[in-house]
């Protein structure tokens, strides 16, 4: 159980595009779901914690214009990159969360590689 | 604000070491460690989780230990395989909320 579902799973398109990736969670509902960004032989940082039914938190030094986030349902969150540049290229990863409380484990998905060309 | 280290950045070793990859942390107000392997270009599994209140988790060949006094986590491998090639995450989820804190990673490389 705890599956956790991220598509596409790789996306290569032109500078000033948008993108959106979606995050299920194909087994149980999500209260929670957080995204995080990886840059090469980096590790992952938060980018927001978004909360079903209400709107995404970022953190600090994250553009919430840039990055849009939507957490419509109890299974699906969606990170729409908008506008993005060669920079915003990353491997982007989302997780999944039973409720919010801390005793609750994140279960990831399989990222996604977004290269802006 | 949390920070986490790992040591050391990138490990080679032959296939049947034991071996030791350490984790750090800043701050000791956690409420659990978690151990995590990410392959290249995928998602993350996890490994091991420690709550606070834990000394050690054990899953097979796998051993984790938390010292959350000093900031100090552990995760021991035994008889390593060429199969576990790949890069250990750890991460910390603080008291205050859900958020994972990880450190940079551990690249293991196990030769056959």
């Known amino acids: 159980g705890a599956v956790v579902s991220q598509h596409p799973s790789w996306v290569i398109c032109k500078s000033g595009t948008s993108v959106k990736i979606e995050c299920r969670s194909l087994d149980f509902q999500a209260t929670t779901m957080f995204w995080y960004r990886q840059f090469p032989k980096q590790s992952l940082m938060l980018m927001a914690t978004s909360n079903e039914g209400s709107k995404a938190t970022y953190e600090q030094g994250v553009e919430k214009d840039k990055f849009l986030i939507n957490h419509a349902s109890l299974t699906l969150s969606t990170l729409t990159v908008t506008s993005a540049h060669p920079e915003d290229s990353s491997f982007y990863i989302c997780s999944a969360q039973r409720g919010r409380l801390s005793n609750q484990p994140q279960h990831f998905g399989d990222g996604t590689r977004l290269s802006i060309l | 604000k949390q920070e986490v280290t790992q040591i050391p950045a990138a490990l080679s070793v032959p296939e049947g070491e034991n071996l030791v990859l350490n984790c750090s942390f800043t701050?000791?107000?956690?409420?659990?460690l978690q151990w995590f392997r990410q392959d290249p270009g995928k998602g993350l599994t996890s490994l091991l989780l420690i709550q606070s209140s834990q000394r050690e988790q054990t899953s097979g060949r796998l051993n984790a230990s938390l010292d959350k006094s000093s900031g100090r986590s552990t995760l021991y491998i035994a008889a390593s395989q060429p199969g576990d090639s790949a890069t250990y995450l750890c991460a910390v989820k603080e008291t205050s909320g859900s958020r994972l804190t990880f450190g940079e990673g551990t690249q293991l490389t196990v030769n056959p």
């Open positions: 701050d000791s107000a956690i409420y659990n």
